[in-house]
């Protein structure tokens, strides 16, 4: 029949409560530790996806709002660039008028000293007239004086003439 011994028995609950001890001081803490590791780590997983899912959006802003960057400064340089040629047009427009202006008062000025040197000639030439008819007046009528009159009267024309130049 069978027949059981009290050393096995006793074998039998020594394992069996050596199980529960193990298991309630060893094993329990064990796992909890390891489920709070475990929790800690699909945390710390869902934590990474956040902050990279919302990495990709602060990228995406970035990268739009660097492109609306270099489109705004484009922008900026081309109406500098409009502005900068309306302000060379305007200077050189201004550049040419003046210019047109001084040659014209140097035109005017050239003409209004032709003119005074052409009344100063004139009546410098009068004034030699003048003195060469008092001369021959004065020194009366012959053929010898006349001509020595007509050479010194053309001397002296010839050195007011040469004195303007």
């Known amino acids: 029949m069978l027949r059981i011994d009290l050393n096995l028995v006793w074998t039998i609950i020594n394992v069996i409560i050596l199980y529960l001890l ?88 050239v003409e209004l000293d032709r003119e005074k040197a052409m009344k100063e000639m004139q009546s410098e030439v009068a004034g030699l007239a003048l003195t060469a008819v008092s001369r021959i007046l004065q020194e009366g009528t012959d053929p010898h004086s006349d001509g020595a009159l007509y050479e010194q009267f053309l001397k002296k024309a010839g050195e007011a003439n040469d004195t303007d130049r």
């Open 22 to 109: 193990l298991k309630k001081f060893l094993i329990k803490p064990v796992t909890a530790i390891m489920d709070k590791r475990e929790q800690m780590v699909k945390q710390g997983l869902e934590s990474a996806r956040a902050q990279e899912s919302q990495a990709k959006e602060l990228k995406v802003k970035y990268e739009e709002a660097l492109a609306s960057a270099k489109e705004e400064s484009l922008q900026m340089v081309e109406k500098a660039r409009g502005n900068a040629q309306v302000e060379y047009d305007r200077i050189l427009g201004e550049a040419d008028e003046q210019a047109k202006k001084i040659k014209e008062a140097a035109k005017k000025d």
